[in-house]
Nanobody
């Protein structure tokens, strides 16, 4: 079982930036592909960004491409999401997710690809 703890977020003005972190434990971090998802009230959870276990492959949702950056530090067992040029529509609970990868290296974009989830951290962008 992988434990994930998100931090960061909060209230941010439109056009501003925020940085999220997700610390993982319970498994060798370099064996985990990681992802960020978000869910706004009344909406379904949606993919934001993903990164392969060694960081060589990243994917982004079209809505955040060019504004958000996912990265990881395997020495610190942490994945990050840097969010720039934030918009009110980015307001949501943001969740970190992990998938154990036994061989190969890819990044994953579907909710069903992940079986370990954090509790989420709220990001609210004020207009």
């Amino acid at each position: 079982q992988v434990q994930l703890v998100e931090s960061g977020g909060g209230l941010v003005p439109a056009g501003g930036s925020a940085a999220l972190s997700c610390a993982a434990s319970g498994r060798t971090f370099s064996s985990l592909a990681m992802g960020w998802f978000r869910q706004a009230p009344g909406k379904e959870r949606e993919f934001v960004a993903a990164i392969s276990r060694h960081g060589g492959i990243t994917y982004y949702a079209d809505s955040v491409k060019g504004r958000f950056t996912i990265s990881r530090d395997n020495a610190k067992n942490t994945v990050y999401l840097l969010m720039n040029s934030l918009k009110p529509e980015d307001s949501a609970a943001h969740y970190c997710a992990a998938r154990i990868v036994y061989y190969g290296s890819s990044a994953y974009t579907r909710i069903s690809d992940y079986d370990n989830w954090g509790q989420g951290t709220q990001v609210t962008v004020s207009s």
